[in-house]
């Protein structure tokens, strides 16, 4: 019973380590974005036109990118106004340039930008309308 316990707290301890290894690297991935802003928006073929932006990452075969991800952003924009929020749809399977670019593991994921066009935040995996819409204050 006592080597159940040791293997199963080890195990515990081990998950625990491995998330914070996997948060930290996000956290370094998501500093060195911001900081990175032309080479984004050059691979997107756009420019930042004095909108917060929300960039939002799918695939054709996302089904959360089109009866979750898709209906949240519509909600932000709507909530916050189209003169203000600009939203860019990239799908990742046909642009991996740019996914890479903006860092994206997964669909769907957003990417939200400043007028200026730097990086506010990066939600790997579906972000809901009122966390979206918090970051888009914040920009």
């Known amino acids: 019973m006592p080597t159940r316990l040791l293997i199963l707290g080890l195990l515990v301890l081990a998950v625990a380590v491995a998330v914070l290894l996997v948060r930290r690297w996000n956290a370094r991935r998501s500093r060195a974005l911001a900081t990175s802003g032309t080479p984004m928006w050059d691979a997107l073929g756009e420019r930042p036109d004095g909108r917060r932006t929300v960039v939002a990452f799918s695939t054709p075969s996302c089904a959360a990118c089109r009866t979750a991800q898709a209906p949240a952003i519509a909600v ?48 790997q995996g579906f972000a809901p309308s009122g966390r979206l819409i918090e970051q888009l204050q914040r920009a």
């Not at 106004?81 to 749809?89: E, F």
């Not at 593991?105 to 930008?113: N, Q």
């Open 76 to 123: 932000a924009a709507e909530r916050l106004g189209p003169a203000t929020v600009r939203v860019i749809r990239v799908d990742a399977s046909r642009q991996p340039a740019v996914a890479h670019a903006f860092g994206v593991l997964t669909v769907p994921s957003t990417v939200v930008l400043e007028p200026a066009g730097r990086v506010v935040a990066v939600n």
